[in-house]
């Protein structure tokens, strides 16, 4: 497997190879260098490693900077901040979401609790009232015989 480290430079919109290094550590250092000259917009190193026996080649970023870097941190920074007191509101309305829910199933579980007694009182009387009409089918029976 063959490994080898590229400098680029961000210049004119586009990334070009400024130096390979065959040593991640050496072409970190010398980014850093490049960085401290403040010529340059924007670095990075690309690592590319290739492997022969698979044909196949895999490249990540290992070290990147840019000028613009610390006026975003600080936009992340408030962006963050942001987003934490949205989150804050969200919790809020769904805190009040819930207990208005919680109320409504409270509500819910009464009238249920109540329908359930209605329901149980009338079956008792459906049992009474079919109780006493088969008396009195058997009590016709009886005087007819």
Do not use: P
Request: glycine residues 8%; without cysteine; proline residues 0%.
């Amino acid at each position: 497997m063959i490994v080898a480290f590229e400098i680029q430079t961000y210049q004119g919109g586009n990334w070009k190879i400024d130096s390979v290094y065959d040593d991640g550590k050496l072409a970190e250092g010398e980014a850093f260098r490049l960085q401290q000259r403040g010529r340059h917009i924007a670095i990075r190193v690309v690592e590319e490693k290739y492997d022969a026996a698979a044909e196949r080649s895999t490249t990540r970023v290992v070290y990147k900077w840019a000028k613009s870097d610390s006026a975003n941190a600080k936009e992340r920074k408030r962006q963050v901040s942001n987003t934490n007191s949205v989150r804050q509101q969200q919790k809020a309305v769904s805190a009040a979401v819930d207990l208005r829910k919680a109320g409504a199933r409270a509500a819910r579980k009464k009238k249920e609790n109540r329908s359930w007694w209605v329901s149980l009182l009338v079956s008792i009387g459906g049992i009474a009232v079919g109780a006493g009409v088969i008396l009195v089918g058997i009590r016709f029976l009886l005087e007819s015989l």
